[in-house]
């Protein structure tokens, strides 16, 4: 009977420290975090023009005398002189390496809303042309996002500006392109330049 009852409390010691030892074991555990990493979201940047559109920006329009050029733009009896410091740093801007070409005549007094500048990069009948752009002894912008060969200005008044854009169609030697020409006018609106219309695939995607 003794034993049986020595039994018994034996029993019951165990599982008291049993359960002792469960309870430690459930209020010291430490209970696991998720984290939930967000997704990030990236602003896009901002997109280049598409190829054959004009890259010139819109300007206010002028408060002062349009025929008088307080700028940096102008010297040698020009409205726009290409060794000026504003045409030298609008070429210094572009991507590579560029010189001055032809560009407009017009002199101080008579000076155009919309002067121009072709601006050439390389020696070769192939090499690659921009046409820029000036307004009130500013510069305005390329007149497309893309230089393309063979473009030439062939005439101009004092809000706008004709250009022609010509590719080759063969074999025929770079100093005689047969395609085209794709005539494009650049006009002065008063707050910005406008062109007439998109270049053809010919130009922006030549075949050589």
């Known amino acids: 009977m ?29 209970p696991s975090v998720s984290t939930t990493q967000a997704p990030v979201t990236q602003t896009p940047s901002d997109t280049e023009p598409a190829p054959g559109t004009s890259t010139v920006v819109e300007t206010p329009s002028a408060t002062a005398d349009p025929t008088t050029p307080a700028d940096d733009i102008s010297g040698s009896g020009l409205c726009l002189d290409p060794s000026s410091t504003g045409v030298q740093n609008a070429l210094a801007g572009l991507e590579g390496s560029w010189v001055a070409g032809d560009g407009s005549t017009d002199q101080p007094g008579n000076c155009g809303n919309l002067l121009w500048l072709r601006a050439i990069g390389g020696n070769s009948a192939g090499a690659p042309i921009h046409v820029l752009f000036f307004h009130d002894g500013k510069y305005l912008g390329t007149g497309t996002s893309e230089p393309y060969a063979f473009t030439s200005v062939v005439g101009s008044s004092s809000d706008a500006v004709t250009v022609n854009y010509r590719w080759l169609v063969a074999d025929e030697p770079f100093a005689a392109p047969q395609g085209g020409p794709a005539t494009i006018t650049y006009s002065w609106t008063g707050s910005g330049v406008t062109m007439s219309g998109p270049l053809p695939s010919e130009v922006t995607q030549p075949h050589r």
């Open 2 to 30: 003794k034993n049986t009852i020595r039994m018994g409390a034996l029993i019951a010691v165990a599982a008291a420290l049993v359960v002792g030892c469960d309870s430690e074991s459930t209020s010291g555990a430490t």
